[in-house]
């Protein structure tokens, strides 16, 4: 076999590695082991681990891959933009996809990220950066807040669109899908929607 074609069929086999786990975080393993990830992959546990160092390794790139995979709906699309009505229902819109598509992967990395500095890192950049993007997006409605009810407002609107609150809502709450969907405009409306004039 030639070089190519050895590198080839490294690289094959440590996307095979690395989507066996990420699999196995979709059925609810938070823990899988090496040679879970092995058998499942098909890839030998020598060949696994010539791949990556040790498991912690080996989940901390089965994570990296799928949020390059998820990386596009990380964005939110014309923050501050439009009508508040519109701006709610795009937020919302774009956060639950996102939570559908990294639910199982962040549940396996929260559960890391108590002992693990790198992954514990890596969610607190995404904390960082969700919180600004809701800043950023509904900042007409925040700016015209005091500035004592304006970071209760943000704070509380923050906590529901976490992983950990989304997270707890989904399975919770005892609402469907689209009755979360409205559940979430609701809040918003509350927390950030025009008050009505005083008699």
């Not at 690395?18 to 020598?46: C, K, M, N, Q, T």
């Not at 964005?75 to 937020?91: C, I, N, Q, T």
């Not at 890391?112 to 607190?124: M, Q, V």
């Amino acid at each position: 076999m030639t070089t190519d074609g050895r590198t080839a069929r490294r690289d094959r086999n440590r996307e095979l590695v690395l989507d066996a786990a990420l699999d196995l975080f979709a059925e609810g393993h938070l823990f899988p082991s090496a040679p879970d990830v092995a058998e499942r992959s098909g890839v030998s546990l020598r060949s696994v681990f010539r791949y990556y160092e040790d498991t912690e390794a080996l989940l901390r790139a089965a994570m990296a891959r799928h949020l390059e995979r998820v990386g596009p709906l990380f964005v939110v699309e014309g923050l501050g933009e439009g009508a508040f009505e519109d701006r709610v229902k795009r937020y919302v819109t774009a956060r639950l996809r996102l939570y559908a598509a990294v639910a199982p992967t962040a549940r396996a990395g929260l559960v890391r990220a108590a002992t693990n500095p790198i992954i514990a890192e890596r969610f607190e950049g995404v904390r960082v950066r969700s919180r600004e993007q809701l800043a950023a997006m509904f900042a007409p409605e925040l700016r015209a807040l005091p500035a004592g009810r304006r970071r209760a407002a943000l704070a509380a609107a923050d906590a529901l669109f976490t992983f950990h609150g989304l997270d707890h809502l989904a399975l919770h709450s005892g609402l469907g899908s689209r009755q979360l969907e409205d559940a979430l405009r609701q809040a918003l409306h509350a927390l950030l929607g025009p008050r009505p004039a005083a008699g």
